[in-house]
């Protein structure tokens, strides 16, 4: 280590114009890196998606679905299976292992894809080719609505289409969708009376319309030295060509074998009816526009370049036609980044006073100057890395800030006592860093470890907080590479000789630590109530997992009873916009009907499909005014839809958002598994915090089925197919391909007459090559109208429902969860059924488990560290000691600043270890050393404690008031209050405690060498 400071000494021109070129590089740094709002983190799932036409959801659940899962159980990376069967459609959500990275997903999505290209041939015949969708998890951090009251969805689609291909031009866009475009469709509307009066069939019509919209291959004509290609133009390109098509066959007015299309059907243009999804813009029908950036870019710049380009074009838009943002992810980056920057520099300028008030100018601005160069090279550390500036590392440079100065601290008050006893000043220069360049090292590498538990963690909430340990471990190395050189050489050229001392001003302190040494017992004895006081006051500790976000947007989800029609959801809707655009705290809202509105954050997790159900995205003035109107939301939802089952829901900083209690119960019977949900439905209900009270099955739906006559059926010549394919054609029309109009892909569907339920007995059904028809009801024996399940969740391939409730904003999840607990895991479970718990509880759970595994691997390094430092153990034993005492602080900061304990309160309390090793190890070595220069052990003891007492105050002090600022901050406060309290109560307590606990530990002897690995020889060490 004496070579750093010789370095620095003797090569001061090369090293000042190093830390130049370091100043210049990390302000480019600051500048070139990343901004985004917070991190990203990779969500591992991916969406198997397979279309079953005309079975029903259990129909669905036993021959797609479970065949699909059969196969992908094989997956070595599986982490878990999610699945829903719906009537004619299975998703099967595949979940993989939470210790993959980003980079490893790439080759699961391929064994995925294999493992599905596998199991098609298993599936039933109609069923469709399973999709898989591995971009479940892409984010679209901007979107625009191009909305008007006036215009038509098809010029909506146009413009919308235009924007998206002049966006699509800037480098820094991965992806751009378009959302809510109403598609077009030719209808040919085929009445059974005007087929019966020109004596077709069905049959004719499908086939002639087939066959003429077919591109062929039509062959290839040598001409001299060339083949030129035949293209014969056969498909559709206009109403008219679908007019004019001549159907062989009947009979007309003009005579047997030709009857035009348009003398027979009507063939119009509309739009998708039913539509199957619908987006609106403060009421007014609209088009989404999602913009997903490239993952590490600049977002604020990109943000720039985007809204030029949509000025421009809402400039070229007709009157009436506008173009507004419903999230904006650019401003959300500068906004918190602002903020961020804000705290830093006020918890720099906080560091700087304490320092100056207890240091003097010199001093001060040395250590200050530190600091800076250690940011500034931890940036350009950063830039190297791809590690981004977003709100969790933003907050850790402030959560580390005041650990950047200790070892400057030490170096400095170092070499002041070291010129004060007359130490020439390059030799004392070399002897301060000699004497403590390990030590700070390795308290250096301690405090590290304190924070590589969220290192070794592999769950979706360490991922989220990663950059912690990253930055904490790069910015606490520079630290002591600063302390080494730039610290040292500023010393050996400003500091002077002081002759004030300040010991008279610590006399009382001074006192105290005599009474300790020599009473340790009664020291000790001291904390016995304090501890109790504790333990009594930690159950008051609100515990909430993860705050949510403070970005003023808050969501309305909506769902009518399952088999509702998408026109009734779209009324509803409707009627809650119109509300919420009187609302004074609603500044805009985007509607998202039958689907919910694009992901733009990743805490978001997209809604599947469903003609039942609507959402709106609100945008309000700001966070603080979302609970009034939420509180005024409820009461007026539940008077106007008492039918339906509605929510309110904020964001959450770092998980997919959910229900925020859930109790999942996994069985074979349907039947059985409502009961159970219906009893832990009604425990929740009854809790006054809980509210939103629902299960994931939801309603059954209602379900029409012909009772086909088979004798009757055989003699009038009709089969199951044909009366299939009437109904079909009666109801929602039958697809027919497609028609090109100018580069727009237009599907084309075959209606027959309108129907009702109470008219079906007299649809003409025929056979489909026969010319005659009977009505429905001569080959059936009625019809049976009853309900069936339109929902069947799955976990791991087991039937799983789940009750589910939201909590008041007043409220915590945790606090409903216990209290409801005892009841909901009393209720009698059959033979074959089990309850576990979900939710919040379950990532809560997920989460600290897996934190709390990983510390003892950080316990051990850190042992193995302190025992090589000291070679013994009496010393670690005794550092280790003084951890506890952080509780105590923690626990009363928490209380006192009213935050809850949830993840980030965790990992500052396991940081929090490191930064108390630290300090122990500085007051240690002083011990060790006091002892090796010939005093006595409690000499030895009060002296070190008494010379070390300022580095180690000054290091506690500026790293606890430099946390001040986050205590504002939705994602660190808890960790804010704990690291402030817990550090605090140690840093005192510890003052006392190791001095104490030392004494315990050795007899006073005649010192004997004895030699340390870090260069001190200590006195021969017995047991007390």
Known sequence: MIKLAEFAIRQKTFLLFFITLSIIAGIYSYFDLGKLEDPSFTVKTAVVVTLYPGASAEQVEKQVTDTVETKLQEMGELNRLRSLSRPGMSMVFVDLKESLNSQDLPQQWDILRSKVQDVKLQLPATAQISLVQDEFSEVYGMLFAIHSNDAQPEELRRYSEELQRRLKTIKGIKKIELHGVQPRVVYIDLPDERLAQYGLSVAQVWNQLNSTNTTFETGKFDAGSERIR??????????????????????????????????????????????????????????????????????????????????????????????????????????AIDNFVGNLLESVAIVFVVLLIFMGFKSATIVGGSLLLTILLTLIYMNINDIDLHRVSLGTFILALGMLVDNAIVITDMMIAKLNKGVERTQAALDSVKETGVPLLGATIIAIMGASPVLFSK????????????????????????????????????????????????????????????????????????????????????????????????????????????????????????????????????????????????????EPFDPAYGQILINTKDYQSISALVARGD?????????????????????????AVEARFSGPDEAVLHQLANQAKAIMAQHPEAK????????????????????????????????????????????????????????????????????????PVKSILGLHSVPLGQVVDGFELKAEESMIWRRDRVKTITAQAGVERTSTPARVRNAIKDQIEAIELPPGYTMTWGGEYYDEHKAVSDILKQLPKALLIMVII?????????????????????????TFALLAFDKPFGFMALIGAVTLMGMIIKNGIVLMDQIELERQN????????????????????????TTALGMIPLLSDLLFDQMAATIIGGLAAATVLSLFVMPALYRLAYKETPTTAKSSTHGTIVASEQKA
């Open 866 to 890: 302190l025992v090589a430092m000291f070679n013994g153990f009496k010393q670690p034993v005794i550092i280790l000691s003084t951890i506890p005492l952080a509780a105590t602080g923690a």
């Open 635 to 659: 009461a007026w939802v539940e008077e106007q839809f008492p039918n339906a089952e509605p929510r309110f829901r904020a964001l959450k900083l770092a998980t997919a958002d959910k229900y």
């Open 934 to 957: 010939g005093l006595g052990l409690s000499e030895a003891i009060k002296s070190a404690t008494i010379n070390r007492t300022m580095a180690i105050s000054m290091g506690a002090l």
């Open 230 to 335: 035949i293209h014969q133009g056969s498909e559709f390109q206009s109403l008219a060509d679908i007019r004019n098509l001549v159907i062989k066959g009947g009979v007309s007015e003009f005579g047997t074998g030709l009857i035009r299309l348009g003398d027979v059907a009507d063939v119009t243009m509309g739009y998708q009816t039913p539509a199957l999804t619908e987006n609106r813009y403060n009421g007014q029908a609209s088009v989404t526009l999602a913009v997903s950036p490239v993952p590490g870019i600049n977002v604020v710049s990109l943000g720039d370049t985007i809204q030029d380009i949509i000025n421009d074009y809402q400039a070229s838009l007709p009157l009436g036609v506008d173009i507004s943002t419903i999230a904006f992810q650019p401003d959300e980056v500068q906004k």
């Open 692 to 763: 939103y009270v629902r299960d994931d099955w939801r309603q059954q739906s209602k379900v029409l089925t012909p009772i086909i006559n088979q004798d009757k059926a055989r003699r009038a010549g009709i089969n199951r197919t044909d009366i299939a394919f009437a109904m079909k054609r009666a109801s929602d029309g039958m697809p027919l391909g497609q028609m090109n109009l100018n580069d727009e892909l237009i599907t084309i569907q075959l209606r027959g007459s309108e129907q009702t339920m109470a008219s079906l007995e007299t649809l």
């Open 459 to 606: 769950t979706d909430a360490a991922e989220f907080a990663g950059s912690v340990f990253y930055i904490i471990a790069s910015s606490l190395l520079l630290s002591w590479l600063v302390a080494m050189t730039f610290t040292t050489l500023m010393c050996w050229l400003f500091i002077k000789p002081n002759s004030e001392s300040s010991k008279d001003k610590m006399a009382r302190y001074k006192q105290c630590v005599n009474w300790t040494v020599d009473n340790p017992k009664k020291a000790l004895a001291a904390l016995i109530p304090l501890i109790a006081v504790t333990a009594m006051a930690v159950p008051y500790i609100a515990i909430n997992f993860i705050p949510q976000s403070d970005r003023p947007i808050v969501f309305f989800d909506y769902w009518l009873p399952n088999g509702a029609k998408v026109e009734q959801t779209s009324i509803d809707m409707r009627k809650m916009e119109s509300w919420l655009l009187q609302q004074p705290e609603v500044e805009s809202i985007a509607t998202a009907i039958g689907s919910s509105v694009p992901r733009f954050s990743v805490t978001v997790e997209p």
